[in-house]
């Protein structure tokens, strides 16, 4: 927890008081005494600190001065989502990733009970995006879409993408030599990226090919196939080394 957030119905004239997982962060890992600075921002707001004035058994009380613009997010993210024990791992790291929309899309290979998991519920999946700002030490909350049915998103919700770097991963052989991977990403560094990420064991050839109709270009890791989650991790962070 590198930074503690705080939702703005939280903050009342300038003050919060607070008692939850992050008030023991407060007492038990940073050892707060009154007239401590803590690193804290509001979630989809500013950053800044806020200084302890009174810890009353586990409850902890701050005065904020949020001042500062947190770090933008800085790529979307199109998912045909794991299981859901996979998904609530992976969420918080999306957050700390700087993922900014993830729109989780059906494929044929995604399990159909999937959509009646109740990770989708807002009050659950939540907190676990809010875990990941706090561990980035940024505020900015990803959004979160739900398209059960993957050709209805292609001819209906794909195209706000345009002028976007598409990219979509595809864990076999790559036909595209590394130094060509590399010049792809740098000559496209300056512009949005939204990466498409297929469930276990990866896209279809017919889906990612009606992918690759809609401008993505296909990018692979290697013939390994990966889990979605590792896949996923290992993908964000090459991307975001091209930036």
């Known amino acids: 927890m590198n930074r503690i957030l705080f939702e703005k119905d939280e903050i009342d004239d300038g003050f919060v008081s607070f008692s939850d997982e992050r ?16 690193k804290t921002g509001e979630v989809n707001g500013l950053i800044g600190t806020s200084e302890i004035v009174l810890i009353k058994g586990k409850t902890v009380r701050v005065k904020v001065n949020h001042t500062e613009e947190s770090l933008k997010p800085w790529i979307d993210l199109i998912l045909a989502p794991p299981r859901p024990r996979v998904m609530k791992r992976l969420l918080p790291q999306l957050a700390t990733m700087g993922v900014n929309r ?11 009970d999937f959509w009646g998991a109740t990770l989708l519920r ?7 995006l809010v875990e990941g700002l706090m561990q980035a030490g940024t505020s900015i909350l990803p959004e979160v879409r739900l398209e059960k049915s993957f050709n209805r998103y292609l001819k209906s ?3 706000e ?12 052989k790559s036909e595209t030599s590394d130094t060509q991977h590399s010049n792809f990403l740098l ?23 009606a992918l690759e109709e809609r401008g993505f270009t ?20 090459r991307l975001d080394a091209t930036r």
């Open 187 to 209: 000559h496209t560094s300056q512009a949005p990226k939204v990466l498409a990420i297929g469930p276990e064991g990866g896209w279809t050839d017919e889906e990612v090919a």
């Open 23 to 38: 008030a023991e962060h407060v007492l038990k890992i940073l050892h707060g005494e009154v007239g401590q600075t803590l």
């Open 157 to 159: 919700g794909i195209d």
């Open 122 to 128: 807002e009050e659950n999946f939540r907190p676990l």
């Open 102 to 112: 993830i729109t989780l899309v059906g494929a044929k290979k995604v399990e159909k």
């Open 161 to 172: 993408y345009d002028g976007y770097t598409k990219i979509v991963a595809h864990p076999y």
């Open 218 to 237: 296909r990018y692979s890791l290697g013939e390994r196939i990966l889990r979605t989650d590792t896949a996923t991790i290992a993908l964000l962070a």
